[in-house]
């Protein structure tokens, strides 16, 4: 049972509502230009090809994936803000179809805070790391006047078994397991705006594992051509994400895209977090949006999310298995149009 503490958490933070992630254009000119020396064979997945996480081959059935995630509040109670900084950190190995091991924690906390608010931080980090299945192994802290928490995670996963970002083909149909507009919901309630029962369900999808998602389509095998999770780019962003690294184009159905309740009222509201612009500013240049979107649906379509659901080109014919299944609600919502030959080419059209 969570503690009640005297503070706001979301007061703290500098970017509450959002993962306060460096925008995917700045990113990637961070990493551009660094060319390691020496790299291993067994590192599979690292620099040369960016992905949710790195995977290194330890054996012809073994591979190791390493990954790291945290962020600042986006919700007050703490035991909940660990549930849902966890259980995004842990989504890294799912999107790479991994299984998770072990993990260790995280933390920048102020001195001033209460200690008895972290280990209801770090309770909260710890059982979602039970529910996939791994064990927290350590740790590292460090004082700081912003809290944050997060995970770094290690999976373990079958190297002809990995889900990468790259790989859509054209023709594939696109798919995601978990409703968008968390940054909206969170900013709402940090503004004092939220609905308790559109928080609720935000919390319950911010705290579901994206365990189950992963396995359905690992068992799909090659049917699955290109995975990844849904986090602080935005739907947009990390689609241009897979575009690029597919070298294709992608076409997405406004209408078919799965919401949380109520998100359209908070980007009406003017519940817009931060890093909604800087999503744009990334990626804006390579997307067609229809006329009839208009500014707050625009607003969902950046809006940076936390913890969010698995997205996914697969084959067309693995959308009948993939939809009658009840244990994840995967959504089509869209498909790979044109193979192009430069990046430049590469277009999301929202229609």
């Not at 509450?16 to 790299?39: E, F, H, S, W, Y």
């Not at 023709?171 to 909206?184: F, M, N, Q």
């Not at 969902?300 to 959308?319: R, Y």
Request: proline share 5%.
């Amino acid at each position: 049972m969570s503690i009640q503490q005297p503070v706001r958490l979301t007061e703290l933070a500098s970017c509450a509502g959002c993962a306060a992630k460096i925008g995917a254009d700045m990113l990637a000119q961070v990493v551009k230009p660094l060319r390691q020396r020496v790299v291993p064979e067994q590192l599979l997945i690292g620099l040369g090809a960016i992905d949710d996480a790195a995977v290194y081959q330890v054996s012809e059935q073994q591979a190791v994936i390493s990954t790291a995630d945290f962020f600042p509040p986006v919700v007050d109670d703490p035991y909940t803000f660990g549930a849902i900084a966890a259980t995004n950190a842990l989504s890294d190995v799912y999107a790479m179809g991994g299984q998770v091991l072990m993990a260790i924690n995280l933390v920048a906390w102020p001195e001033s805070l209460d200690t008895s608010i972290l280990s209801e931080v770090l309770r909260g980090g710890m059982e979602a790391v039970e529910r996939a299945g791994g064990a927290i192994a350590g740790g590292h802290s460090i004082s700081d006047e912003e809290p944050k928490y997060g995970l770094a995670v290690t999976g373990i996963v079958h190297p002809k078994r990995i889900l990468t970002k790259g790989g859509a083909r054209t023709g594939d149909i696109l798919v995601l397991s978990k409703p968008l507009g968390t940054g909206l919901i969170t900013t709402a309630q940090k503004r004092g705006l939220v609905r308790e029962v559109d928080m609720a369900a935000a919390v319950t999808s911010m705290t579901t594992l994206n365990k189950r998602a992963s396995e359905l389509l690992v068992e799909a095998g090659p049917a699955v051509h290109a995975t990844t999770d849904i986090t602080g780019f935005s739907l947009v962003g990390h689609a241009w994400e897979m575009a690029t690294q597919s070298k294709t184009c992608m076409r997405f159905d406004y209408a078919a895209l799965p919401l949380l309740p109520n998100v359209r009222h908070y980007a009406e509201a003017g519940c817009t977090p931060g890093g909604t612009a800087r999503n744009l500013r990334s990626v804006g240049s390579h997307v067609r949006i229809s006329e009839h979107i208009d500014q707050y649906a625009q607003a969902i379509l950046f809006d940076p999310q936390t913890s969010g659901g698995l997205f996914a080109a697969i084959d067309p014919a693995l959308w009948e298995t993939l939809s009658q299944q009840s244990e994840v609600p995967f959504r089509r919502i869209g498909e790979v149009t044109d193979l192009v030959s430069d990046l430049e080419q590469v277009i999301l059209s929202i229609e």
